[in-house]
């Protein structure tokens, strides 16, 4: 079955600070994997996406995510967290749905809060 | 290029009412899903438009809920009558085709949360 898994509830960093949140996949053919952020009373916003190609992939707002096959993983980064970062952040997978299209399968997603 | 928009963005209402979520898509896309965030949950699937047709509904959770797209532009989605446990964020989503990822990938408006007391 596909899922998306999210093993971090929440995190907390100090400002300035790296950050990595971590995600793994389980999905049967080749994964489209999406990091979305959901700021407080804001919808989802992309944040960065991978289909193909190159396996590290940037995004907005500083963030990259690294595509890992053989550990089913997408983790995303950001060298310098801001305080304007604290959000609730969702990783995702687009499956290929059996009576044609696609839907997005979502992680429970990682809140972020970030201290001075 | 307007993105998808979603009305009202709060509704608060009580147990037994009904409410009707709306949802506008990108123009010129033909398909439309609605997905739902109930407290603490992951975000999950309800349905799928193609055009006015409902190409999947596995993840419409009980009769209650009922999701309209006629023309095939903007859709629906009441909740009669509603529960406590329907409280949470309903998001809709659009995209293009549905032949590739790349035509598939799914734009979100923004939600709309709903309360039920």
């Known amino acids: 079955a596909q899922s998306v898994t999210q093993p971090d509830i929440h995190i907390t960093v100090s400002e300035g600070a790296s950050l990595e949140l971590r995600c793994n996949y389980s999905y049967g053919a080749t994964p489209y994997l999406f990091w979305y952020v959901q700021s407080p009373g804001q919808g989802l916003q992309l944040l960065l996406k991978y289909f193909s190609g190159d396996t590290l992939v940037q995004g907005i707002k500083g963030f990259e995510a690294e595509f890992k096959r053989s550990q089913s993983s997408f983790n995303l980064r950001k060298p310098s967290v801001h305080w304007s970062d604290a959000a609730e952040y969702f990783c995702?997978?687009?499956?290929?749905?059996?009576?044609?299209?696609?839907?997005?399968?979502f992680g429970a997603g990682t809140r972020l809060f970030v201290k001075a | 290029e307007a993105g998808v928009t979603q009305f009202p963005s709060h509704s608060v209402i009580e147990k037994g009412q009904t409410v009707t979520l709306r949802c506008d898509p990108i123009?010129?896309?033909?398909?439309l899903y609605w997905y739902r965030r109930v407290m603490g949950k992951e975000i999950k699937f309800l349905l799928h438009?193609?055009?006015?047709?409902?190409?999947?509904e596995s993840g419409m959770p009980n009769n209650r809920f009922l999701a309209e797209r006629t023309g095939g532009t903007y859709s629906t989605l009441k909740v009669q009558p509603a529960e406590l446990e329907d409280s949470g964020v309903y998001f809709c989503?659009?995209?293009?085709?549905?032949?590739?990822?790349?035509?598939?990938?799914?734009?979100f408006g923004p939600g709309t949360r709903l309360t039920v007391l």
């Open positions: 123009s010129g896309h033909d398909n």
């Open positions: 438009f193609v055009k006015e047709s409902k190409q999947d």
């Open positions: 995702a997978v687009g499956a290929r749905r059996n009576t044609g299209g696609f839907k997005t399968i």
């Open positions: 989503a659009s995209s293009h085709g549905t032949s590739g990822i790349r035509d598939n990938e799914q734009f």
